[in-house]
Nanobody, 121 residues
Framework: QVQLVESGGGLVQPGGSLRLSCAASGNIFRLYSMTWYRQAPGKQRDLVAV???????SYADSVKGRFTISRDAAKNTMYLQMNSLKPEDTAVYYC???????????????WGQGTQVTVSS
């Protein structure tokens, strides 16, 4: 199994910053992509940012220029630096990875438990 542990969420004022982390552990042969999603109360879960094994990144339009996704491949850890936070960024942020556990197995998606981010004055 692959375990994902998110951290770094909390309460921040509008305009503030937070840095989320997602550490992947367990039996991991290869990580193909690491993705941040978020889900606000009563809304669907939306993609925020993704980073691929070659370092390519992609962002939702709503966070472009404010959020930066990065990864430390040696540590199987992904980060989301969130700047200029707005109240509408309030949500539970989830980590998702596409991982292959052994060379002979197919890849699968795994989810973290989520971390709450609240932007409020």
């Amino acid at each position: 199994q692959v375990q994902l542990v998110e951290s770094g969420g909390g309460l921040v004022q509008p305009g503030g910053s937070l840095r989320l982390s997602c550490a992947a552990s367990g039996n991991i042969f290869r990580l193909y992509s690491m993705t941040w999603y978020r889900q606000a109360p009563g809304k669907q879960r939306d993609l925020v940012a993704v980073i691929f094994s070659d370092g390519e990144t992609s962002y939702a339009d709503s966070v472009k220029g404010r959020f930066t996704i990065s990864r430390d491949a040696a540590k199987n850890t992904m980060y989301l630096q969130m700047n200029s936070l707005k109240p509408e960024d309030t949500a539970v942020y989830y980590c998702n990875v596409l991982a292959q556990q052994t060379p002979s197995e197919s890849s699968n998606y795994y989810w973290g438990q989520g971390t709450q981010v609240t932007v409020s004055s």
